[in-house]
């Protein structure tokens, strides 16, 4: 069984401050996506990345996905307060489904 | 308009009724997934479906059922409620003809069974 171990669950930081989130398997996936999920609402996609050491930038947002595609890495730069939300990682294993990890709860305090 | 559509957005029911909710899709992709979230769960599969006529069982699927009565549409079913099934139900869509996996989400029903 394909698992997704995700850490930290919880993140309460100051405005103006970096954090990184993991996402860690010992399973390899042919991709991994970020989604970011705010109250009352569905996940959105913010990232897939499928090759291994791939990097991807969003703004403040770096993507990382391992060497050997079996983790990746959320680093936001500058956090604000509305980066504040629930973020997911997810790998696909080209069966047609995902598997999530257990989501990070972040809140950006002013 | 949103992509990916769910009614009702929320459902209060009691324990023993039976519940339907729907989802709705006019991305034009082919596969489709029902998941429950849970506090600290993350989300879990409940069925998918590659096609119209492909029903799949996820890693939960006990108490429910789903339908898909066309590419565009997927409904979940909750055949006899009970309360640990209070939860958020999401639809999602994918579509097989990209390597990517990428899914895509509607709103979400919260489900409230008394």
């Known amino acids: 069984t394909q698992l997704l171990e995700q850490s930290p669950q919880f993140l309460s930081i100051q405005e103006g401050e970096n954090l990184t989130v993991y996402c860690n398997s010992s399973s390899v996936f042919s991709s991994l996506q970020w989604y970011r999920q705010e109250p009352g609402e569905g996940p959105v996609l913010l990232v897939t990345?499928?090759?291994?050491?791939e990097v991807k930038k969003l703004k403040r947002l770096t993507f990382q996905f391992g060497d050997a595609r079996k983790d990746s890495s959320l680093h936001i730069t500058a956090a604000q307060p509305g980066d504040t939300g629930l973020y997911l990682c997810?790998?696909?294993?080209?069966?047609?489904?995902?598997?999530f990890g257990q989501g990070t709860e972040l809140s950006v305090k002013p | 308009d949103a992509d990916v559509t769910q009614t009702p957005r929320n459902r209060i029911t009691k324990t023993g009724k039976r519940i339907m909710l729907e989802c709705s899709q006019t991305k034009g992709h082919d596969r489709m997934y029902w998941y429950r979230q849970d506090p600290g769960l993350g989300l879990r599969l409940i069925y998918y479906?590659?096609?119209?006529?492909?029903?799949n069982k996820g890693e939960i699927s006990d108490g429910y059922s789903v339908s898909r009565q066309a590419q565009a549409k997927f409904s979940l079913s909750l055949e006899s409620a009970i309360p640990n099934q209070t939860a958020l139900y999401f639809c999602?869509?994918?579509?097989?003809?990209?390597?990517?996996?990428?899914?895509?989400f509607g709103p979400g029903t919260r489900l409230l069974v008394l």
């Open positions: 999602a869509t994918s579509d097989s003809r990209t390597s990517r996996e990428t899914q895509y």
């Open positions: 997810a790998g696909g294993n080209q069966g047609g489904k995902l598997i």
């Open positions: 479906s590659f096609d119209v006529k492909d029903i």
């Open positions: 990345v499928v090759t291994g050491g």
